[in-house]
């Protein structure tokens, strides 16, 4: 043991560059545009508000008695428990730095909310960027492992205080509370193992892992063991044990096997066709329509015979190792060619097994497969097409093509007849994709009279507005918060998700997916929860979330679950004997005021374009299995939707997917899909003159 309680001075100067990224990427900015330069504007005058408070330093101690057995390490005399610990060899492992650090203290309680969260956000950046620094000092010359720590790969948060018992967190004016929470909160605590220079790093699908019984338990699951042409009755008996790779989309087992399946599972149940539509009959072979969202994949297997349609499969979009959203994607094949490649294979391969697993379900021969049909989000349709999605990116945001695309099975390499049809779905424009374009068409949106919205909600957000005359459509970033990505104990709609909250005097009531054990929260539960949140008086019309005091006389059982964490604010929705209660944070209510503050700003933007006011609206259809689940009064109280009564918001379920089912099976409603776009006025809030303005405004309750 040696180096113990160092105190590095971290140059804010070498951390500039990374955290500017950072802010751009997490903010948002990296868009071009008038408006975008007034808050790049905005946000400048921050930086300088907080220039002398960025203060980057780190202390460490150096370990070189490290024991791993499975999912525990101990160093010194502490013991810690991270799963992905047991992806480590431990013949690799020679020492082990554990540090704490800070970037300083960025709060801004005086300041508008818009400034206090570019406050925020300039801190997040500044502190990830200091631990990068951190890692490139001690790893000067030798060899570091990821960096582990509370919060991070599965690692309880409560196990800062094991940190604190081998680093003196004190020595750079950190303090460890008794919940575990560093102050200043712009901190963060971890250890780097000192590895071989042949250490293979885990990947970062990993990173944000909870745990075991809180999240996805991904680690040391029984599954059938995988195998080509293997029949039922031979997996039912070749069991082993999975050893988790961190990639999610390879694996899609967690929880028992159950969790990211049943979420898949619930996407090909929401598929609704109009009531005029007919299917053509009498095409000899088989079709497949595909709805590929950047999360999920719907493939459905059609008899072209007799129009009916045989079977649904719902898988994970393997492209998700290479990033969560669009631009994360956009950002990785853009780093080499081979990237984009690698890209397309995948949701090739993804779509193959589909075919593959369908077919052999319904004995149907891959040759007897003679049309598919594909709907995605203007980058999914670029990466399955072989385009450069890269234009997407910058503005103005213009596709590499425009129109309907066709290919030949062979063209593109699905498990289908070599000369058979592929059609991909026109996008309407650089965000507005085929997805769109197809639930345009199985809500028959052209032919509506009457002043209506159509709102899908997805990893992002698209709008379109029609009036009887005109139709105009736009793309909000909305989606990350309500697919639980940017909430603290966000997760998919799956097993063991809160979908349902009712707030009943003292009482705080939930439901979960499968009726199974609370373990996070998903979208639908989200909006009810802010809801419930807002009519309570437990949330402010600033967002702010009340103090204990606020309840101490008139509702003291509520008022107990308003906590005060070091400056954070939360309220708790389950206690949990074993695990973290299941809370919401000061920052998720924030983020749900921004993401429901872009679809307000949008619809507002488009309304006034066409002349007409929130009140003139007469129906509002929610596509996308999201829409599908949200209470729609809670989703009214929060301003996620216009105020209409009840009965005129219509669920529409997988639109996506319902209109690549129609263009498969008649060939009108494939020709009406391809002149979608040419009726489609699309609408650029970034290039709206008061776009930004209705933006904060709407982001009150």
């Given at each position: 043991?040696?180096?113990?309680n160092?105190?590095?001075?971290?140059?804010?100067?070498?951390c500039?560059e990374?955290?500017?990224?950072?802010?751009?990427?997490?903010?948002g900015?990296h868009?071009?545009?008038?408006?975008?330069?007034?808050?790049?504007?905005?946000?400048?005058?921050i930086?300088?508000?907080?220039?002398?408070?960025?203060?980057?330093?780190?202390?460490?101690?150096?370990f070189?008695?490290?024991?791993l057995?499975?999912?525990?390490?101990?160093?010194?005399?502490h013991?810690?428990?991270?799963?992905?610990?047991?992806?480590?060899?431990?013949s690799?492992?020679?020492?082990?730095?554990?540090?704490?650090?800070?970037?300083?203290?960025?709060?801004l309680?005086?300041?508008?909310?818009?400034?206090?969260?570019?406050?925020?956000?300039?801190?997040?950046?500044?502190?990830?960027?200091?631990?990068?620094?951190?890692?490139?000092?001690?790893?000067?010359?030798?060899?570091l492992?990821?960096?582990?720590?509370?919060?991070?790969?599965?690692?309880?948060?409560?196990?800062?205080?094991?940190?604190a018992?081998l680093?003196?967190?004190?020595l750079?004016?950190?303090?460890?509370?008794?919940?575990?929470?560093?102050?200043?909160?712009?901190?963060?605590?971890?250890?780097?193992?000192l590895?071989?220079?042949?250490f293979?790093?885990i990947?970062?699908?990993?990173?944000?892992?909870?745990?075991?019984?809180?999240?996805?338990s991904?680690?040391?699951?029984?599954?059938?063991?995988e195998?080509?042409?293997?029949?039922?009755?031979?997996?039912?008996?070749?069991?082993?044990?999975?050893?988790?790779?961190?990639?999610?989309?390879?694996?899609?087992?967690c929880?028992?096997?159950?969790?990211i399946?049943?979420?898949?599972?619930?996407?090909?149940?929401?598929?609704?066709?109009?009531e005029?539509?007919?299917?053509?009959?009498?095409?000899?072979?088989?079709?497949?329509?595909?709805?590929?969202?950047?999360?999920?994949?719907v493939?459905?297997?059609?008899?072209?015979?007799?129009?009916?349609?045989?079977?649904?499969?719902?898988?994970?979009?393997?492209?998700n190792?290479?990033?969560?959203?669009?631009?994360?994607?956009?950002?990785?094949?853009?780093?080499?060619?081979?990237n984009l490649?690698?890209?397309?294979?995948?949701?090739?391969?993804?779509?193959?097994?589909?075919i593959?697993?369908?077919?052999?379900?319904?004995d149907?021969?891959?040759?007897?497969?003679?049309?598919?049909?594909?709907?995605?989000?203007?980058?999914?349709?670029?990466?399955?097409?072989?385009?450069?999605?890269?234009?997407?990116?910058?503005?103005?945001?213009?596709?590499?093509?425009?129109?309907?695309?066709?290919?030949?099975g062979?063209?593109?390499?699905?498990h289908?007849?070599?000369?058979g049809?592929?059609?991909?779905?026109?996008?309407?424009?650089g965000?507005?994709?085929?997805?769109?374009?197809?639930?345009?068409?199985?809500?028959?949106?052209?032919?509506?009279?009457?002043?209506?919205?159509?709102?899908d909600?997805?990893?992002?957000?698209?709008i379109?507005?029609?009036?009887?005359?005109?139709v105009?459509?736009?793309?909000?970033?909305?989606?990350?918060?309500?697919?639980?990505?940017a909430?603290?104990?966000?997760?998919?709609?799956?097993?063991?998700?809160?979908?349902?909250?009712q707030?009943?005097?003292?009482?705080?009531?939930?439901?979960?997916?499968?009726?199974?054990?609370?373990?996070?929260?998903?979208?639908?539960?989200?909006?009810?929860?802010?809801?419930?949140?807002?009519?309570?008086?437990?949330?402010k019309?600033t967002?702010?979330?009340?103090?204990?005091?606020d309840?101490?006389?008139k509702?003291?059982?509520i008022?107990?679950?308003?906590?005060?964490?070091?400056?954070?604010?939360?309220?708790?929705?389950?206690?949990?004997?074993?695990?973290?209660d299941?809370?919401?944070?000061?920052?998720?209510?924030?983020?749900?005021q921004?993401?429901?503050?872009?679809?307000?700003?949008?619809i507002?933007?488009?309304?006034?374009?066409?002349?007409?006011?929130?009140?003139d609206?007469?129906?509002?259809?929610?596509?996308?299995?999201?829409?599908?689940?949200?209470?729609?009064?809670?989703?009214?109280?929060?301003?996620?939707?216009?105020?209409?009564?009840?009965?005129?918001?219509i669920?529409?379920g997988?639109?996506?997917?319902?209109?690549?089912?129609?263009?498969?099976?008649?060939?009108?409603?494939?020709?009406?899909?391809?002149?979608?776009?040419?009726?489609?006025?699309?609408?650029?809030?970034a290039?709206?003159?008061?776009?930004?303005?209705?933006?904060?405004?709407a982001?009150?309750?």
């Open positions: 043991m040696k180096n113990q160092v105190v590095v001075n971290i140059d804010k100067e070498a500039k990374t955290a500017n990224g950072l802010f751009t990427q997490n903010s900015l868009r071009s545009g008038k408006k975008q330069e007034r808050i790049k504007k905005n946000a400048e005058e930086r300088e508000l907080i220039e002398d408070r960025i203060s980057p330093k780190a202390v460490y101690s150096f070189d008695q490290v024991t057995d499975g999912k525990e390490a101990t160093i010194g005399n013991v810690f428990t991270c799963h992905a610990f047991e992806q480590l060899e431990s690799q492992v020679k020492g082990a730095y554990v540090y704490v650090l800070t970037a300083g203290d960025f709060t309680d005086d300041r508008p909310i818009m400034d206090q969260l570019l406050a925020d956000l300039w801190g997040t950046a500044f502190t990830d960027a200091a631990r990068e620094q951190l890692q490139i000092i001690l790893g000067e010359d030798q060899y492992s990821n960096g582990f720590g509370p919060g991070f790969y599965g690692m309880d948060v409560n196990q800062m205080g094991d940190i018992g680093v003196d967190p004190g750079i004016g950190i303090e460890v509370k008794s919940s575990s929470i560093l102050v200043p909160l712009k901190s963060c605590a971890g250890i780097f193992f590895v071989d220079e042949d293979k790093p990947s970062s699908e990993c990173e944000d892992c909870r745990g075991t019984m809180t999240s996805c991904l680690c040391n699951i029984k599954r059938m063991q195998g080509k042409k293997m029949n039922n009755e031979k997996k039912k008996k070749e069991k082993t044990v999975f050893k988790c790779t961190g990639i999610c989309s390879q694996c899609g087992r929880k028992n096997a159950g969790m399946a049943g979420a898949n599972k619930r996407k090909t149940k929401l598929l609704t066709l109009p005029d539509f007919v299917p053509a009959k009498g095409d000899q072979g088989y079709g497949f329509a595909f709805d590929v969202g950047t999360t999920t994949v493939g459905m297997l059609v008899d072209l015979y007799t129009g009916e349609h045989l079977a649904s499969l719902a898988k994970t979009n393997p492209q190792k290479h990033g969560l959203d669009v631009i994360s994607r956009i950002t990785f094949s853009n780093e080499g060619k081979e490649e690698l890209l397309h294979k995948d949701i090739v391969g993804c779509l193959n097994e589909i593959d697993e369908l077919c052999e379900e319904h149907v021969a891959n040759e007897a497969v003679l049309r598919v049909t594909f709907c995605g989000n203007t980058t999914m349709s670029h990466i399955f097409a072989g385009y450069d999605p890269i234009t997407l990116a910058f503005a103005p945001f213009a596709p590499a093509y425009t129109g309907t695309l066709m290919f030949k062979k063209d593109l390499n699905l289908m007849k070599d000369d049809d592929i059609m991909v779905f026109p996008n309407i424009a965000h507005v994709g085929g997805d769109i374009t197809s639930g345009i068409l199985a809500t028959r949106f052209l032919d509506i009279k009457e002043l209506t919205v159509f709102i909600i997805g990893t992002n957000g698209e379109a507005i029609t009036d009887g005359k005109k105009l459509a736009c793309s909000t970033a909305a989606g990350p918060a309500f697919e639980g990505s909430i603290y104990q966000g997760m998919r709609a799956a097993p063991g998700a809160i979908e349902k909250i707030i009943e005097k003292e009482k705080v009531l939930f439901r979960t997916i499968d009726d199974v054990v609370p373990v996070g929260i998903c979208g639908s539960g989200l909006i009810d929860a802010i809801g419930e949140m807002i009519n309570a008086g437990i949330i019309k967002g702010r979330l009340a103090t204990p005091k309840f101490a006389e509702n003291p059982e008022g107990e679950r308003l906590r005060e964490r070091d400056g954070n604010r939360e309220f708790v929705l389950v206690y949990k004997e074993d695990g973290e299941i809370v919401i944070t000061q920052k998720d209510v924030r983020e749900v921004l993401a429901k503050g872009a679809i307000s700003a949008g507002s933007i488009m309304l006034d374009q066409l002349g007409a006011k929130k009140s609206i007469k129906k509002v259809i929610v596509a996308g299995a999201f829409g599908s689940f949200i209470d729609k009064e809670s989703a009214i109280t929060i301003g996620l939707l216009p105020h209409v009564p009840l009965d005129d918001i669920s529409a997988n639109t996506a997917g319902a209109g690549t089912l129609m263009a498969l099976t008649n060939a009108d409603e494939a020709i009406t899909a391809k002149e979608i776009p040419n009726r489609v006025e699309h609408v650029e809030l290039s709206t003159r008061d776009f930004q303005e209705k933006y904060v405004g982001m009150a309750f």
